[in-house]
């Protein structure tokens, strides 16, 4: 599986972005979908996951009420809509693929396939 992330850019403090990703082929054989991202120095975080079947949600506690992710099954494309960005949400964008348990989704070591990253830079 290939995956192609887009969408990042620059955006002032209470902006809006939204990225996607896409899949080079069906996904229905990984249970889940996600969002990572990595800042300067930092390790990479969770950001949020989709469940692919099931559409089941969830969200690192810092974006909960400003972003939501989203799956379009017939694009194999995964999307998060960020909003009411802050510049402590600056970072490298990853989406990534991979069957973990639910109680390791939200670990970037559960995931097998990743996107290049795109870059997220929010001005205050």
């Known amino acids: 599986v290939q995956l192609q992330a887009s969408g990042g850019g620059l955006v002032q403090a209470g902006g809006s972005l939204r990225l996607s990703c896409a899949a080079s082929e069906g996904t229905f054989s990984y249970r889940y979908m996600a969002w990572f991202h990595q800042a300067p120095g930092k390790e990479r975080e969770f950001v949020a996951a989709?469940?692919?079947?099931?559409?089941?949600?969830s969200y690192a506690d810092s974006v909960k009420g400003r972003f939501t992710i989203s799956r379009d099954n017939t694009k194999n494309t995964v999307h998060l809509q960020m909003n009411n960005l802050k510049p402590e949400d600056t970072a490298i964008y990853y989406c990534a693929a991979g069957s973990p348990i639910t109680s390791q989704a939200r670990v970037h070591s559960s995931y097998y396939y990743w996107g290049q990253g795109t870059q997220v830079t929010v001005s205050s």
């Open positions: 989709i469940e692919w079947r099931s559409r089941r949600t």
